[in-house]
């Protein structure tokens, strides 16, 4: 489940819009799943999605950078 930064590095804007939409949809289902059985993985998937949300933040700072 995990996706490291070097993962996120290789992917491209699509790719990692793309799995964030999954995430988000994942963390919904595991908040329900939590409500259920007690269990959860919610702490992992939100970071992931900050890892992501993180990586494009600075991938649009160095666009502007550079201009």
Known sequence: ???KYKDIQKMNLDE???KLKE???ELVKS???ASKTGSSKTKEIKR???RILTFNTLEK???LNKK
């Open 1 to 3: 489940m995990t996706t």
């Open 16 to 18: 990692r819009n793309k």
């Open 23 to 25: 995430l988000k949809l």
């Open 31 to 33: 908040k329900v799943g």
């Open 48 to 50: 992931i999605i900050a």
């Open 61 to 63: 700072k160095e666009v």
